[in-house]
Nanobody, 116 residues
């Protein structure tokens, strides 16, 4: 299974960040697979942001759920992250990750910088 993140490198404060993860080697509708977004700010640990399940159900970190949305396009086998009203604190490497119930696979990550 391979995952590849895509999206902008730079975003201005208060704008919306949109990232897409393109998946190959597995269907995002495969039963019991969960598709996650995880980020790592500079000098800090990994932060789980949320996930979309095989059936389309979504789950969010309580600290981010008010301005985070995860969706999917089953025809393209992609899932996406939307983060509203970004601030410099949202600067991070963003990863898409599959939780395959006993195994996982990560995209290479994409650096997003929020600055004016």
């Amino acid at each position: 299974v391979q995952l590849q993140e895509s999206g902008p490198d730079l975003v201005k404060p208060s704008q919306t960040l949109s990232l897409t993860c393109t998946v190959s080697g597995a269907s995002i509708t495969t039963t019991y697979y969960y598709w996650n977004w995880i980020r790592q700010p500079p000098g800090k640990g990994l932060e789980w942001m949320g996930a979309i399940a095989y059936d389309g159900s979504t789950y969010y970190s309580p600290s981010l759920e008010n301005h985070t949305s995860i969706s999917r396009d089953t025809a393209k086998n992609q899932f996406s992250l939307r983060l509203d009203s970004v601030t410099p604190e949202d600067t991070a490497v963003y990863y898409c990750v599959i939780d395959g119930r006993g195994w996982d696979a990560w995209g290479q990550g994409t650096q997003v910088t929020v600055f004016s």
